[in-house]
T-cell receptor, first 116, second 114 residues
Framework: GNSVTQMEGPVTLSEEAFLTINCTYTATGYPSLFWYVQYPGEGLQLLLKATKADDKGSNKGFEATYRKETTSFHLEKGSVQVSDSAVYFCALSGRSSGGSNYKLTFGKGTLLTVNP | DGGITQSPKYLFRKEGQNVTLSCEQNLNHDAMYWYRQDPGQGLRLIYYSQIVNDFQKGDIAEGYSVSREKKESFPLTVTSAQKNPTAFYLC?????????????FGPGTRLTVT
């Protein structure tokens, strides 16, 4: 079945540091890949997505490239801010086993704390 | 503004009581989903519905029930059979079936059962 593995947190950085959160996946076929962000006490918001190999998703200074050869979708940001403190989830959208329905499969989330 | 509404934000119940969580969307989305979130566990799918009057079990459906009588509404009932109901519950919707479409999430309901 489909699965997503992302680096365990928590990750603590100083403001303006470089951020990488690793994400690798296992899926049949050609999934779409997503990064979601969750601020404390809130629902998830889509941060960026990529729908085919070599696509780069980007938003608010965050980037991730869909690497089919390494089955990865690592999240990066060149200079983090205190306001980036949140939980980040990697997810894939793939066909469920034996069916025609598409479901999201999530990683366990990575808590990022950025200190001033 | 279009979006997904979940109410209430916080819900408290005594053990042995059923409780229904509300989820409403005005995005005209066909598909709707319920997830449970526990600390360190990520999100786990409870139930989903691709169309009105139809729904399927997700990965952890035991102790939960849903209905989809209207396109915009997908209420979740947490029954007394659910062993550990205390959790953060998230509702989501999606425009249509298809691999490229992301899910849109509501603000969540935190349920505490004592």
């Amino acid at each position: 079945g489909n699965s997503v593995t992302q680096m365990e947190g928590p990750v603590t950085l100083s403001e303006e540091a470089f951020l990488t959160i690793n994400c690798t996946y296992t899926a049949t076929g050609y999934p779409s890949l997503f990064w979601y962000v969750q601020y404390p006490g809130e629902g998830l918001q889509l941060l960026l997505k990529a729908t085919k190999a070599d696509d780069k998703g980007s938003n608010k200074g965050f980037e991730a490239t869909y690497r089919k050869e390494t089955t990865s979708f690592h999240l990066e940001k060149g200079s983090v801010q205190v306001s980036d403190s949140a939980v980040y989830f990697c997810a894939l959208s793939g066909r469920s086993s034996g069916g025609s329905n598409y479901k999201l499969t999530f990683g366990k989330g990575t808590l990022l704390t950025v200190n001033p | 503004d279009g979006g997904i509404t979940q109410s209430p934000k916080y819900l408290f119940r005594k053990e042995g009581q059923n409780v229904t969580l509300s989820c409403e969307q005005n995005l005209n989305h066909d598909a709707m989903y319920w997830y449970r979130q526990d600390p360190g566990q990520g999100l786990r799918l409870i139930y989903y519905s691709q169309i009105v009057n139809d729904f399927q079990k997700g990965d952890i459906a035991e102790g939960y029930s849903v209905s989809r009588e209207k396109k915009e509404s997908f209420p979740l009932t947490v029954t007394s059979a659910q062993k550990n109901p205390t959790a953060f519950y998230l509702c989501a919707s999606r425009p249509q079936s298809g691999i490229n479409y992301e899910q849109y999430f509501g603000p969540g309901t935190r349920l505490t059962v004592t």
